[in-house]
């Protein structure tokens, strides 16, 4: 019995992990609901399975020994809890769990969006369909907002190697592979902030390939949505106008975009919105003007092997006229 309850230890301490952020248990849409069922069903019959079978070793090593057992005498139970019974169970949770992932990917209904999302090491470029210009897109990175309560589609691609998009309040994961572009849709059933993380080894950062989604009232997204296709403001302090020059003669604009200045970079994350985000190198630090300049300097300490140059040459008065500017991008 002592034997059963420690075998059971390992489960009630990952239940304990089950809560809250990035759980899939903690489900906010129903494609995340299907995930929690199948988990739940997956569990409750490792239980009974598992349990039968310590309980019925149990029994036979703890059972007086009476007389010698016949040869045959248990064939009927071999045979039954053997092959019978996990045959059934098994195959019974192969449909089940199958016919789940089928009918995620489709659902009839039309997406209320689409959005596509690529995998960099180690960041994501997410493009949304502009609402005004047909064929053009609104980009932007490390953030992905959405409507709440409809169905949104993600098609997902990778610019370098195999990523995975996963979301895990949301529904479940998918790849991202060059060449190719994967469908997943998703949906939050009410407004909220969710963190999602790449979910494929992908390089020594892609513990630190992290993203949001922020899930907006639908008129909100709209509002959103437009205010982020407009083109970065003017920056209003000295400091800030300092920065914004800066940011060109550092050649910042070889590798970043900021819609409505000359920089159209795009090697690295777009920045049109940068002090609005959350957080900074793709989950690796909270917003802040300061984080923003120890990033600029330290960024490879902070996050060795990313692709951005570490500025670590540049004075306090730049980084700081930087950092400034950057924040200021809301
Ligand atoms: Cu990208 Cu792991």
Same mark, same amino acid.
């Given at each position: 019995?002592?034997?059963?309850?420690?075998?059971?230890?390992?489960?009630?301490?990952?239940?304990?992990?089950?809560?809250?952020i990035?759980?899939?248990?903690?489900?906010?849409?129903?494609?995340a609901?299907?995930?929690?069922?199948?988990?739940? *069903?997956?569990?409750?019959?490792?239980? @009974?399975? =598992?349990?039968?079978?310590? #309980? &019925?070793?149990?029994? +036979? !090593?703890?059972?007086?020994?009476?007389?010698?057992?016949?040869?045959?005498?248990g064939m009927?139970?071999?045979?039954?809890?053997g092959?019978?019974?996990?045959v059934?169970?098994?195959w019974?949770?192969l449909i089940?769990g *199958?016919?789940?992932?089928?009918r995620? @990917?489709? =659902?009839?209904?039309?997406? #209320? &969006?689409?959005?596509? +999302? !690529?995998?960099?090491?180690?960041?994501?470029?997410?493009?949304y369909?502009?609402?005004?210009?047909?064929d053009?897109?609104?980009?932007?990175?490390?953030?992905?907002?959405?409507?709440?309560?409809?169905?949104?589609?993600?098609?997902?691609?990778?610019?370098?190697?195999?990523?995975?998009?996963?979301?895990?309040? &949301?529904?479940?994961?998918?790849d991202?592979i060059?060449?190719r572009?994967?469908?997943i849709?998703?949906?939050?059933?009410?407004?909220?902030?969710f963190?999602?993380?790449?979910?494929?080894?992908?390089?020594?950062?892609?513990?630190?390939?992290?993203f949001?989604?922020?899930?907006?009232?639908?008129?909100?997204?709209e509002?959103?949505?437009?205010?982020?296709?407009?083109?970065?403001?003017?920056?209003?302090s000295d400091?800030?106008?300092?920065?914004?020059?800066?940011?060109?003669?550092?050649?910042?604009?070889?590798?970043?975009?900021?819609?409505?200045?000359?920089?159209?970079?795009?090697?690295?994350?777009?920045l049109?919105?940068?002090?609005?985000?959350?957080?900074?190198?793709?989950?690796?630090?909270?917003?802040?003007?300061?984080?923003?300049a120890?990033?600029?300097?330290?960024?490879?300490q902070?996050?060795?092997?990313?692709?951005?140059?570490p500025?670590?040459h540049?004075?306090?008065?730049?980084?700081?006229?930087?950092?400034a500017y950057?924040?200021?991008l809301?």
């Open positions: 019995r002592v034997t059963g309850i420690v075998m059971l230890l390992p489960f009630i301490a990952g239940l304990s992990g089950c809560d809250g990035m759980s899939i248990l903690d489900v906010r849409g129903p494609m609901e299907q995930i929690a069922r199948l988990w739940w *069903v997956l569990f409750w019959g490792s239980v @009974v399975l =598992g349990g039968g079978t310590i #309980a &019925l070793v149990l029994y +036979v !090593v703890t059972r007086p020994h009476e007389r010698a057992p016949r040869i045959g005498s009927g139970v071999m045979i039954g809890g092959v019978v019974l996990p059934v169970t098994l019974a949770l089940y *199958v016919s789940l992932g089928t995620q @990917v489709g =659902g009839e209904e039309p997406p #209320a &969006l689409t959005i596509e +999302v !690529v995998g960099h090491r180690f960041w994501w470029e997410v493009r369909p502009d609402p005004v210009e047909p053009e897109y609104v980009v932007s990175a490390n953030e992905i907002h959405i409507p709440a309560g409809v169905p949104v589609d993600f098609f997902v691609s990778s610019a370098d190697v195999i990523h995975s998009f996963w979301v895990p309040n &949301l529904g479940g994961k998918i991202m060059p060449g572009v994967n469908q849709r998703l949906q939050a059933n009410e407004p909220g902030v963190r999602g993380q790449c979910a494929e080894y992908c390089g020594p950062q892609h513990a630190r390939m992290a949001f989604v922020r899930a907006h009232p639908p008129e909100a997204f509002e959103w949505l437009a205010a982020e296709r407009g083109e970065a403001e003017e920056p209003t400091l800030a106008v300092q920065g914004r020059e800066q940011f060109f003669q550092q050649a910042c604009m070889e590798c970043h975009t900021i819609r409505g200045t000359p920089a159209r970079g795009r090697a690295g994350p777009d049109t919105r940068l002090g609005a985000r959350k957080t900074l190198g793709a989950g690796t630090l909270e917003m802040s003007e300061e984080n923003i120890e990033w600029i300097a330290h960024n490879q902070l996050k060795p092997g990313n692709r951005m140059l500025y670590e540049l004075d306090e008065e730049t980084l700081q006229a930087l950092s950057l924040e200021s809301q």
